[in-house]
């Protein structure tokens, strides 16, 4: 299982890659992994760029508690501030340290194969799947997300439509990517959408 984990995250990099939105080719394959793992490096590198800024901060919170002595509303916000960045700080690098691995992983071909029979199923039926995700959006159009946020959610419909993963799996697989490549926002708007998918469907 942990194998699929990795080769779900593989296809949502490989997605990222698919300007034209068609499915790889043979001939790309090895193009768009390289590029896939390009993209990772490049993201792992940003994290911990973050990752550091978001350290300073807090020290700087902590610094200004201190300098604030007497006055106890601001030394508990800066000290609120502090804690939170550093929290930050810490699910950040947690995220960061599964890059290496995954780009260690990426070179088996089981995992390579997975992985793209995942794109190319996202990339054939992506209007099919537009058009059942918008089904469930409450107002909103899938259109409307980060580009990010409407792969994750089509990789998510794919396996449990296509690849019959168990929902609730590939919801927590969806969640967990979208912690480590989308934001709070984007979070919740997964969750909340594939909650309401998976419901509609059971139906």
């Known amino acids: 299982m942990q194998n699929r984990t990795i080769a779900r995250e ?3 990099l490989i997605l990222g890659q698919l300007q034209d939105r068609h499915a790889p080719e043979a001939t790309t394959t090895e193009q768009l992994l390289a590029q896939a793992m390009a993209s990772l490096n490049s ?3 940003e994290s911990l760029d973050q990752a550091a800024e978001e350290l300073q901060q807090a020290q700087q919170a902590l610094l ?9 509303p601001q030394v508990r916000e800066h ?3 502090g804690l939170e960045r550093s929290e930050q700080v810490l699910n950040r690098l947690s995220s960061s340290l599964e890059y290496p691995r995954l780009l260690q992983l990426a070179d ?4 390579r194969h997975w992985a793209l029979l995942r794109a190319k199923a996202v990339a054939e039926a992506q209007p099919q799947l537009d058009q059942g995700i918008d089904a469930v959006m409450e107002g909103w159009r899938l259109t409307r997300l ?3 946020d409407q792969d994750i959610l089509r990789l998510a419909v794919v396996e449990i439509d296509e690849f019959q993963t168990p929902a609730a799996v590939a919801c927590n697989e969806a969640v967990e990517l979208a912690h480590r490549y989308s934001d709070e926002a984007g979070r ?3 969750n909340g959408v594939l909650r309401r998918y998976t419901t509609a469907a059971a139906r």
């Open 146 to 148: 980060p580009r990010i």
């Open 64 to 72: 200004d508690s201190e300098l604030a002595e007497g006055q106890l």
């Open 79 to 81: 000290l609120r501030q």
């Open 108 to 111: 088996q071909q089981d995992l």
């Open 188 to 190: 919740r708007m997964i």
């Open 43 to 45: 993201h792992l590198r």
């Open 10 to 12: 593989l296809a949502l």
